[in-house]
C-alpha cells in the first residue's frame, strides 16, 4: 500500500530525461516550476538523523513511479524483475544537458571512479545534434556566463579545449549597472578589468557540445549514454540498495544511486519525495540576439545590466557584432514587447538603455495599450511617440551605455517565467540532486549554470573520496559531505539575489537614496568590488598588474591608494572614511570566504589580503 504521499508523486510526475531541446530557453538555469512548500528563504540544511530517518521509512515501503498517462500508478507499478549485471551500474546520472554531462566529466576525471566505477547517463531525446553542431550559424538565445573560476575548472578536466573558442566571448568588465529613478540620479557601479577574462559568454549548446566530446574522448567502458530512452518506473530495491529504473517497456537497469540532473521539474526529485520551497516573481525574461556595430574605442567585452522598476535589461556580449539581452519585467510586458515586430523591438531596447525611466514608463504604457487593443505599435510609431515625449533635463554625466541595436533576428525572440526555488534537502533514499533540479535563481547574477557546475564538482569530489576508502556511493554516509558544502553556498547566493531583485526594482524614496548612496559607496571601494566579484566566482586571477590612471578611473587599484575625488562630494568622503573603518562586521557577506578575515582584522587588511591573491 502506497502512502498518500508517494500517490500525489506518482500522478504528479513528468517524464525522466527530457531532453534540452524540450526545456524551453533558459539561461542561468533559470525556469519555472511549481513549488510544493512554503514560500521563503528560511531553511537550514537537512540533518543526517533526518535523512536517517526517511531511510529507515523508505526501507518498509515500495515506491514505484510511472510517467505513462494512460496507466495509473497502480497499474504501472510490477515487481522487479532480475537484473544482468549488465545493466547494473554504480552511477545512473538522468539528464543530458549540461548538469549531467558536466557531472559525468567531472567523474571521468576522477582517476579511482574511472577505473572502478560503472556510470550510465540516460537522455530522452537524440544528442544527434548537439553532438554534430559545429558553431556555425546564427546564435542562440540559450546564453551562460560562466564564471573564471568554473572556465578554470572546465580547463583542469580537459573540456575547455573542444569549446569553439569564437562562439565565447569573453567578459573582461564585470559589469556596470545603474538605476536612475530620477534625472538627477545615475548611481552606477563599475568592475574594472582584473588582468583576465572575468567570466564568458558561451552559449549551452557549445558547452553541451564541448561536455560531450569529452566524454567520447575519455569515456570508454566506464560510462555508456543510451539517448531516446525515456525511463518510465522507479523502484527501491530489496533493502534499499539500489534502485531499479525501467526503460520504456520491458528494459530495466539499476544503479547504486541515481542523480537527478533533469531540470526543475526534477521527476527524481519527486521520487525521492523531495519538497522544493521559493515563489515566483510574476516576472518573464524576454530573451534575443542583438546586432550592432562593432565598438570603435573599445571590444565589445563590457557586460551592461540596467535595473528598471519593471526588472533589469542586460546586455551582455557575445561578438564584435553581436550581444544576447536578457530584459526580465512583468508578464504583460515580456508579451506585449514579444509581439512587437523585430524592427519595434529593437527600438524599444534602445529606449529601455538610453530613455530616463519616467518617459519610458509612459512609452510602456502606450505600447501595451496598442497590445491590448489587437494592434501592436510599428517602429514607426514607437519612433514618433518618442520624439513627443517629455525629456526632464539630465543633471548628472551621462552613464556609459551599450552599442545601439541595430537589428534584433526574429527567431532569436523568446521568454520565460522566473522563478526561484530551492530543495529542501538534496538527498533521498539513493538519490542526489544537482542543479536545476535542485534549485533555480533569478538570472540578474547569470548563476544558474555556475551553481550548477559547482555542484557537480563537490559531488565528483565527495564520491572519489569514498571510492578511495572502498564507501557505498549511494549511502547518506558517502554522500553527507556534499550537500554540507553546497547547501548554504547555494542557499545564500539565492537568498542574496532575490534580495537585489527587490532592492534594485523598487522605487520608494529612502530606498531610492540609501540604494544610491550604497552603489556610489561600494563604486569608490575597489576592494570590496574584488570580494564581490571573487564571491560571484570572478576570482580567478585576481593577482594582475598595478593598473594605470586611466584604468582606475572608477576607483581603487590598491587599498593604500587615496581616492582621487572623481565621485565627488560626500560620497567620496563616506567612501574615504569606510577605508579607515576597523570592524566591518556583515559587510562582506556574500564573500563567505573573507569573512572571517574582515571580522578580525577590519577592512584594510582584508583588502590588503585580496590584492596579495
Wanted: glycine share 10%; with cysteine.
Amino acid at each position: 500500500m502506497k502512502s498518500a504521499r508517494q500517490l500525489h508523486a506518482a500522478r504528479s510526475l513528468s517524464r525522466l530525461g527530457e531532453s534540452s531541446a524540450s526545456r524551453g530557453p533558459l539561461l542561468g538555469g533559470t525556469a519555472a516550476l511549481r513549488s510544493t512548500a512554503p514560500a521563503g528563504l528560511l531553511r537550514t540544511t537537512p540533518t543526517r538523523e533526518r535523512l536517517a530517518q526517511r531511510h529507515s521509512t523508505a526501507l518498509s515501503l515500495q515506491r514505484s513511479y510511472a510517467t505513462q498517462t494512460t496507466s495509473s500508478p497502480a497499474e504501472s507499478s510490477s515487481s522487479i524483475p532480475d537484473i544482468s549485471p549488465e545493466d547494473a551500474y554504480d552511477i545512473v546520472i538522468i539528464g543530458g544537458a549540461n548538469a549531467g554531462l558536466a557531472l559525468a566529466c567531472a567523474l571521468l576525471a576522477k582517476p579511482t571512479l574511472k577505473e572502478t566505477a560503472r556510470i550510465l547517463l540516460i537522455e530522452g531525446g537524440s544528442l544527434e545534434r548537439v553532438r554534430t553542431w559545429t558553431g556555425e550559424g546564427p546564435w542562440e538565445n540559450r546564453v551562460s556566463s560562466l564564471t573564471a573560476e568554473n572556465v578554470a575548472w572546465l580547463d583542469s578536466i580537459g573540456v575547455w579545449q573542444n569549446i569553439v573558442d569564437k562562439r565565447s566571448c569573453p567578459v573582461e568588465e564585470m559589469i556596470s549597472v545603474w538605476a536612475n529613478p530620477s534625472p538627477d540620479s545615475t548611481p552606477s557601479i563599475h568592475f574594472p578589468p582584473l588582468g583576465r577574462p572575468m567570466a564568458r559568454m558561451t552559449e549551452n549548446t557549445n558547452l553541451q557540445h564541448a561536455l560531450l566530446k569529452r566524454i567520447d574522448q575519455v569515456g570508454g567502458e566506464t560510462l555508456t549514454i543510451r539517448e531516446n530512452s525515456r525511463v518510465s518506473e522507479m523502484q527501491l530495491g530489496p533493502g534499499g540498495r539500489w534502485v531499479g529504473l525501467r526503460i520504456g517497456e520491458d528494459a530495466w537497469v539499476r544503479g547504486s544511486v541515481v542523480v537527478g540532473a533533469d531540470g526543475p521539474n526534477s521527476p527524481v526529485r519527486h521520487f525521492s519525495g523531495i519538497d522544493s520551497y521559493g515563489h515566483g516573481y510574476e516576472t518573464h525574461a524576454v530573451v534575443a540576439t542583438l546586432e550592432h556595430d562593432a565598438p570603435t574605442v573599445y571590444p565589445n567585452n563590457t557586460a551592461f545590466q540596467r535595473f528598471l522598476p519593471t526588472g533589469p535589461l542586460a546586455f551582455l556580449p557575445l561578438s564584435p557584432t553581436a550581444s544576447t539581452m536578457v530584459w526580465s519585467t512583468r508578464p504583460d510586458h515580456a508579451a506585449a514587447y514579444k509581439r512587437l515586430s523585430p524592427e519595434a523591438l529593437t527600438v524599444m531596447v534602445n529606449a529601455g538603455f538610453s530613455l530616463q525611466e519616467q518617459p519610458l514608463g509612459l512609452l510602456n504604457a502606450q505600447v501595451l495599450g496598442a497590445d491590448a487593443s489587437g494592434t501592436p505599435l510599428t517602429a514607426e510609431d514607437i519612433s514618433a511617440i518618442l520624439h513627443n515625449l517629455p525629456m526632464p533635463p539630465v543633471t548628472t554625466e551621462p552613464v556609459v551605455l551599450p552599442q545601439r541595436v541595430r537589428s534584433i533576428p526574429a527567431k532569436s525572440i523568446a521568454s520565460f517565467p522566473l522563478r526561484l526555488s530551492h530543495a529542501e534537502e538534496y538527498l533521498g533514499e539513493r538519490t542526489v540532486l544537482v542543479g536545476d533540479a535542485a534549485h533555480t535563481i533569478h538570472p540578474l547574477a547569470g548563476q544558474g549554470l555556475n551553481m550548477g557546475l559547482a555542484d557537480v564538482r563537490v559531488l565528483a569530489d565527495v564520491w572519489e573520496s569514498a571510492r578511495q576508502t572502498g564507501g557505498d556511493l549511494g549511502s547518506l554516509t558517502s554522500m553527507a559531505d556534499y550537500p554540507r558544502i553546497r547547501y548554504p553556498a547555494n542557499h545564500l547566493m539565492l537568498s542574496t539575489t532575490d534580495k537585489l531583485h527587490y532592492i534594485f526594482r523598487n522605487r520608494v524614496g529612502p530606498i531610492n537614496w540609501v540604494r544610491g548612496v550604497g552603489m556610489d559607496v561600494i563604486n569608490e571601494l575597489g576592494p570590496i568590488k574584488k570580494v564581490l566579484m571573487g564571491g560571484a566566482g570572478a576570482g580567478a586571477g585576481m593577482g594582475q598588474k598595478r593598473r594605470t590612471e586611466k584604468e582606475r578611473e572608477f576607483g581603487r587599484a590598491y587599498a593604500e591608494d587615496r581616492l582621487d575625488g572623481r565621485a565627488g562630494g560626500w560620497p567620496n568622503a563616506v567612501a574615504d572614511g569606510m577605508e579607515r573603518w576597523r570592524s566591518l562586521k556583515g559587510a562582506l557577506s556574500m564573500a563567505a570566504g573573507m569573512a572571517g578575515d574582515v571580522a578580525r582584522n577590519g577592512l584594510r587588511r582584508a583588502a590588503d589580503a585580496l590584492e596579495k591573491r
